[in-house]
């Protein structure tokens, strides 16, 4: 392991576990980069925010969302 990988690593477990969450989804998505898939991702999320826009859907809040699929799916 080099030297500036020992000090990088190190700087990150100083972090805040939801700063290392992060830094962790950024790395791992860097390494799993499809070009492909990262349009389809960017079309999904442009047709749901013309979605909310229009009023298509209605937006509910996190905890309520949670507790559908909760009840959905019996957790």
Same mark, same amino acid.
């Given at each position: 392991?080099? *030297? &500036?990988?020992? +000090?990088?690593?190190? =700087? *990150?477990?100083?972090? %805040? @576990? %939801?700063? #290392?969450?992060? /830094?962790?989804? #950024?790395? +791992? &998505? &860097?390494?799993?980069? !499809? $070009?492909? /898939? =990262?349009? *389809?991702?960017?079309?999904?999320? !442009? ?5 909310? $826009?229009?009023? /298509?859907?209605? @937006? +509910?809040? %996190? =905890?309520? $969302?949670? !507790?559908? /699929?909760?009840?959905?799916? $019996?957790?």
């Amino acid at each position: 392991m080099s *030297a &500036s990988l020992v +000090i990088v690593e190190a =700087q *990150a477990l100083k972090l %805040a @576990p %939801a700063d #290392r969450s992060h /830094l962790l989804e #950024r790395l +791992i &998505s &860097s390494l799993d980069f !499809d $070009a492909e /898939l =990262q349009a *389809a991702w960017e079309a999904e999320a !442009d047709r749901r925010e013309v979605s909310l $826009a229009t009023g /298509l859907v209605t @937006p +509910i809040a %996190a =905890q309520e $969302a949670m !507790d559908r /699929l909760k009840l959905r799916f $019996a957790l």
